[in-house]
């Protein structure tokens, strides 16, 4: 298997390039919230379904497109992933009921899969020397970051002098440009020959008999419960729950007036500070032990999540929360997929990170759903949200008993 011993390739420049897009797109979905819910008189738990849907489809293609592209090739797999993006997010644009969102909501989430981390990841650890891959899985982790960064204020600018219907449109066009990118992207060979001594059934039998395989899928729970409902209901809450921006203070004279911008800023926040929280992970995945530093993560967004719930919610705590959960945001991503390649190996990572991102998903169908139907019990999100504390511990906890070294490797003595 051919790995570069430089960690900037062309690449790895491209990957970075089709994730922010991606990730740009899927970031921003929780700005259109409370507009379709406007627009068509829909109760909150409508749209929210319908994103919802989108992550568990997500979910449901990562471990398939991760198949196909170790089946027929990577560039391939990225193709049909992006063609069904755009193809959701037309039909979307000309959707005007809640069952027609949802069920394109299918095709978004299986084009999210085939432009995302699953296919993507698994290219760049390939390529990636031993000493370069964590950084470079961190990296490319990082760009889903940076695509966050842009996704919701852009969105939020465009809604401003364009339909909703049109901005989707707009960033199926996006979607499709990937394609151009592609012919930069060479990918190394699948596997040399030693690398073919296991078939993906004997791989996957030996995983799913590993305990460890089984902690990683539960711990991975709620980062996706924890990342779907913000991303999807933090715009929302903050624009309905946050407490007035002063007049003539720091953040109106930058042109952040009302709650709703502050709201779809703070998406951006959180993006921008992973982009250091998962460069800093994939720093110190290379020197220090995986589990620890998931379980820390871990722990301290439950702490994090408990302290902003549990104080008033102003701009000032807003602001605060989106930095300090920002840092903690997708650093799980290049730790959770280095312990799957260093345990498991680089043959089928794909689709074995793909069936453990499956439990990351279905946390964020149960996120993003259980945030809606909650608040339109309640009229609020305070429930949902200290569901999503107490699963935070739990994954802090499973990570512990994880045995961190190669399957089959006897334990040192």
Known sequence: MT???????????????????????????????????????????EFS???AIQNLAWGVG????????EKIGDRKAIVLGALTYAAGMVLTAMSTT???????????????????FGVVLAVVGRASSDDNRSMALAIVTAAGSFGQVLGAPVAEWMLTFLTWQTTFVIFAAAVLALILTLPA??????????????????????????????LIFLGFFSCGYQLAFITAHFPAFVTEMCGPIAPGGILDTIGISTTSALG?????IIGAANIFGTLAAGWAGKY?????????????????????????????????FSVAMGTLWLATIPLTSGLIAHIYGLRYMGTLYGIVFFSHQLGSFLGVWLGGRL???????????????????????????????????????
């Open 98 to 116: 809640p069952i027609e969102h949802q069920l394109y909501a299918w095709l978004v989430g299986f084009g999210v899969a085939g432009t995302g």
């Open 288 to 320: 220090y032990s995986k589990k620890y530093l998931l379980a820390g993560i871990y722990t301290a967004r439950t702490i994090v999540a408990a302290l902003f719930i549990l104080f008033p919610i102003t701009p000032g705590t807003v602001i605060l």
């Open 375 to 413: 608040y339109d019990l309640h009229g609020d999100y305070t429930v949902v949200w200290w569901v999503g504390v107490a699963i935070g511990a739990f994954s802090a906890i499973v990570h512990l008993p994880i045995r961190e070294r190669p399957l089959g490797q006897p334990s040192a003595a």
């Open 3 to 45: 790995q570069s011993a430089r960690l900037f390739t062309p690449l790895l420049i491209v990957s970075c390039l089709i994730i922010t897009v991606s990730f740009a797109i899927r970031a921003s979905f929780g700005v259109f919230q409370i507009p379709i819910a406007e627009e068509f008189g829909w109760l909150r738990t």
């Open 185 to 214: 992207m060479k990918a190394p060979p699948m596997a040399s020959k030693a690398d073919l001594e296991d078939s993906l059934g004997s791989i996957l039998g030996k995983a799913f008999r590993d305990p460890s395989y089984t």
């Open 264 to 268: 779809a800023v703070s998406i951006a």
């Open 49 to 51: 379904l319908a994103i």
């Open 62 to 69: 990562q471990p398939i497109f991760a198949a196909i592209a």
